[in-house]
């Protein structure tokens, strides 16, 4: 069964403006990890949450979990026309494995 | 260059070929992933390595598809007899994991298979 389900699939903003991805997800989880993907070239991971962390922030990023809800979101703060790509949420499951993405948010800063 | 490399970056083949890929995770990483990936789609896990042993594979790994890490360090992912359905990009991920659970995974820039 699909783990992450990003929302909302695509994304538009301005500059400067911030920018916030959801990510649902159906079972227990071990962690949770937010990736970006530029157009035609892999994955680079951005941060990982675990199921015990409520929240995390790297640079202009920053991660909350909310397990009771299963639901995690993504903010990027004063986004940059270099922020374009999409971004996608992965978890495993209690024991490590069925590591699955969700379809992504497709996110375009606009200059 | 001490990333996730993989070869060839293109492959074009006809149906019912056989093409083989492979991917040179970093050195240190004894965690080794397969991923297929269609346009506008996540990733979808095909397998894993912990070292030389392959712990899991996805129901989406056909009989057709077989991969190997016989040393615990390069991979390769072979797809016997493919299918136009099998056109996709193949990502190699590695990470250095400790017990259960996932860290961190680095991707290679994937290999584009074109099925004619």
């Not at chain 2, 390595?49 to 890490?69: C, G, I, P, V």
């Not at chain 2, 992912?77 to 659970?101: N, P, V």
């Given at each position: 069964?699909?783990?992450?389900?990003?929302?909302p699939?695509?994304l538009?903003?301005?500059?400067g403006e911030n920018?916030t991805?959801?990510?649902s997800?159906k079972?227990s989880i071990?962690?949770?990890?937010w990736?970006?993907?530029n157009?035609?070239r892999g994955?680079?991971h951005l941060?990982?949450?675990?199921?015990?962390?409520?929240?995390?922030?790297?640079?202009r990023l920053r991660v909350t979990?909310?397990?009771s809800?299963?639901s995690?979101?993504?903010?990027?703060t004063?986004?940059?026309?270099?922020?374009?790509?999409s971004y996608?949420?992965?978890?495993d499951?209690n024991?490590g494995?069925n590591?699955?993405?969700g379809?992504?948010?497709?996110?375009s800063?606009?200059p | 260059d001490?990333?996730v490399s993989q070869?060839p970056r293109h492959?074009i083949?006809?149906?019912?070929?056989?093409?083989?890929?492979?991917?040179?995770?970093?050195?240190?990483?004894?965690?080794?992933?397969?991923?297929r990936?269609?346009l506008?789609?996540?990733p979808?896990?095909?397998?894993y390595?912990?070292?030389?042993?392959q712990?899991?594979k996805?129901r989406l790994?056909?009989?057709?598809?077989s991969?190997?890490r016989p040393?615990g360090?390069?991979?390769?992912?072979?797809?016997?007899?493919t299918e136009q359905g099998?056109?996709a990009?193949?990502?190699?991920a590695?990470?250095?994991?400790?017990?259960t659970?996932n860290?961190e995974q680095?991707?290679g820039?994937?290999?584009?298979?074109?099925?004619?």
């Amino acid at each position: 069964s699909q783990q992450g389900e990003e929302d909302p699939q695509a994304l538009s903003i301005q500059e400067g403006e911030n920018a916030t991805m959801n990510c649902s997800y159906k079972t227990s989880i071990n962690n949770l990890q937010w990736y970006r993907q530029n157009s035609g070239r892999g994955l680079v991971h951005l941060i990982l949450i675990r199921s015990n962390e409520r929240e995390k922030h790297s640079g202009r990023l920053r991660v909350t979990l909310d397990t009771s809800k299963k639901s995690s979101s993504l903010l990027i703060t004063a986004s940059r026309a270099a922020d374009t790509a999409s971004y996608f949420c992965a978890t495993d499951n209690n024991y490590g494995q069925n590591f699955v993405f969700g379809p992504g948010t497709r996110l375009s800063v606009l200059p | 260059d001490t990333g996730v490399s993989q070869n060839p970056r293109h492959k074009i083949t006809k149906r019912g070929q056989n093409v083989t890929f492979r991917c040179d995770p970093i050195s240190e990483h004894n965690r080794l992933y397969w991923y297929r990936q269609t346009l506008g789609q996540g990733p979808e896990f095909l397998t894993y390595f912990q070292n030389e042993a392959q712990l899991e594979k996805s129901r989406l790994l056909s009989d057709r598809f077989s991969a190997e890490r016989p040393k615990g360090s390069f991979s390769t992912l072979e797809i016997q007899r493919t299918e136009q359905g099998d056109s996709a990009m193949y990502l190699c991920a590695s990470s250095w994991t400790l017990g259960t659970g996932n860290s961190e995974q680095f991707f290679g820039p994937g290999t584009r298979l074109t099925v004619l």
